[in-house]
């Protein structure tokens, strides 16, 4: 588990945790699912190639990458646990109770459980 992470204290600060690292590519398309863009292979592959280089020990070394879809735009910062294969992460944006409660539970499923596709 990530004992200390690094927290913003931005006012549009959405949800922030942890997720095992094999969950990231399933939290950002349920994340682009639920405002309406369409994130692809394109869209992974930049993640991926960040990936490696972060740190979630430093503030500096956060991946950020925008969701902007027709019900509103998010902004998701990744770092990489240094050491263990957990993920953090941080969503920013603007978000009604119902969409904040559905980040918050994609979140935490991602961090609960082991998610596949099929």
């Not at 990231?24 to 398309?29: D, S, Y």
């Not at 990458?65 to 993920?87: D, F, M, N, S």
Request: glycine letters at 8%.
């Amino acid at each position: 588990m990530i004992e200390e992470v690094w927290m913003s204290s931005r006012s549009d600060l959405i949800h922030t945790g942890w997720i095992w690292e094999e969950n990231t590519r399933v939290l950002c398309e349920v994340l682009a699912q639920l405002v309406g863009y369409t994130f692809d292979d394109l869209d992974w592959m930049a993640i991926g190639a960040a990936l490696p280089t972060t740190d979630d020990e430093d503030e500096g070394r956060w991946y950020s990458y925008p969701l902007v879809g027709p019900k509103t735009t998010l902004e998701l910062r990744l770092a990489q646990a240094v050491g263990g294969c957990e993920l953090s992460f941080e969503v920013f944006g603007s978000a009604d109770e119902v969409l904040s409660a559905q980040i918050k539970l994609v979140g935490d499923m991602a961090a609960q459980y082991v998610i596949t596709t099929l």
